[in-house]
Structure formats: C-alpha cells, structure tokens
C-alpha cells in the first residue's frame, strides 16, 4: 500500500501568514487522486482539495492544492486564527487508499 | 444540508460485536457511495469499509476483512457496520463518510462529507 508522510508534523505560524504542508507518497499517486482534509477538536473532517488541485465547494481560496507523482503541498495563504486544525492528505488511487499521519497547524 | 450521524458505539468486551448505524440526510442516499473511516487513539485515519449507492459492491480492509460487514437500507437511508471478533485493535473513532460518486472503483475515492464519529472502546 501508498504510505503518505506528511512534514512538518506541528507547524507554529502567525495570521496573515503563509502555511507550506507536505504530503510524500513512497509511490506514484495514480491521475494525482489526492485530497486534503481539515479537522478541528470535536468536529467533522471537512474536504479541501481533491484531484491534488480542485478546492472543494465553498472553500476560500486561500486554501491552494499543487504537485504530481509523489509530491503534493496544501498552501493555506493569509493564515486566519480559524485555520488552527490537524490537516491529512489522503491518496485515492491505488487500493486500499491511504491518509497520512496529520500536520498540526497552530496560529499564534 | 447533508448530514451524517452515526450511533452505536460503546463498550465491548474483547471477541465481541456491535453494529454501527450512520443515518444521512440532505441528499439522495442510492444515489452516492458511502464508507467507514477509523482513527484510533493517537494514530491516524485508517479506510475500514464502503459500500456502493446501490449496495451491490462492497469493499473492507485487509485487518477487518471476514469480520466486519458493511451494508445499507435506501428505506431508512442509512449505512450500517457490523463488526465482530472485535479485538482490542479495533478501539478507535468510527466516522461515516459520503463519496461524491456512486460507484467507486477498488472502493478508493475521496469523502465530501463526513460525520462527526462513534467511539468503539474494545476492552475487557
């Protein structure tokens, strides 16, 4: 199975910053089939990204998918406090599809 | 407004089992495929199951393939999970979640919604 590695694990950041989170896959993630999730304490995890690029309905564009292969990146611009959450990448490509392990976005 | 609420969790000795419910609202339940997600304490998210919009295809993960069934009722629009030989490697968070297609392939596809969870504690 893909294992995804997701860097940093804990990602400490001012608002009106700019967040950078990693999602590698030991193998090629077929047709870029990948997603990104945000989860907060005691919620629902919310669909960002799908398809390494598409934003979800009703996500803000500050929320930005990228890459191909093995190496994709959520980009999260003009960090707002609300943005505090746990963010997996998931691959969906290749059975049995995998999540990562989670970045922890904190906002000063 | 989609919904997705899920119910049956609990505690449960070891070699036992329980059957989860996920009630959906705010959409055409045969119209979507439908899956299980888990997260234990302290790891990841972890597929468990998913079952198609017609319920006619039906895939699991390795570690609860043979014990867990997945299926579905359109009158009641709702999703069940019926686990047994629970061990305590089954403890974790159950979440339901909705593909936004109804017919999934190899039972891969990402989720649009989810539900909030269940807490399954496998303990003797």
């Known amino acids: 199975e893909i294992v995804l590695t997701q860097s940093p694990g804990t990602l400490s950041l001012s608002p009106g910053e700019r967040a950078d989170l990693s999602c590698r896959a030991s193998?090629?993630?077929?047709?870029?089939?990948l997603a990104w999730y945000q989860r907060k304490p005691g919620q629902a995890p919310r669909l960002l990204i799908y398809g390494a690029s598409s934003r979800a309905t009703g996500i803000p564009d500050r929320f930005s998918g990228r890459g191909s292969g093995t190496d994709f990146t959520l980009t999260i611009s003009r960090l707002e406090p609300e943005d505090s959450a746990v963010y997996y990448c998931q691959q969906y490509g290749s059975s049995p599809q995998t999540f990562g392990q989670g970045t922890k976005l904190e906002i000063k | 407004e989609v919904q997705l609420l899920e119910s049956g969790g609990g505690l449960v000795q070891p070699g036992g089992s329980l059957r989860l419910s996920c009630a959906a609202s705010g959409f055409i339940f045969t119209s979507y495929s439908m899956t299980w997600v888990r997260q234990a304490p302290g790891k990841g998210l972890e597929w468990v199951s998913s079952i198609s919009g017609s319920g006619g295809a039906t895939y699991y993960a390795d570690s609860v393939k043979g014990r867990f069934t997945v299926s579905r009722d359109p009158s009641k629009k709702t999703m069940y999970l019926q686990m047994t030989s629970l061990s305590a490697e089954d403890t974790a968070v159950y979440h339901c979640?909705?593909?936004?297609?109804?017919?999934?392939?190899?039972?891969?596809?990402?989720?649009?919604?989810w539900g909030q969870g269940t807490l399954v504690t496998v303990s003797s």
């Open positions: 979640a909705k593909t936004p297609h109804p017919r999934i392939l190899g039972g891969t596809d990402y989720f649009d919604y």
């Open positions: 193998q090629s993630v077929i047709s870029s089939y």
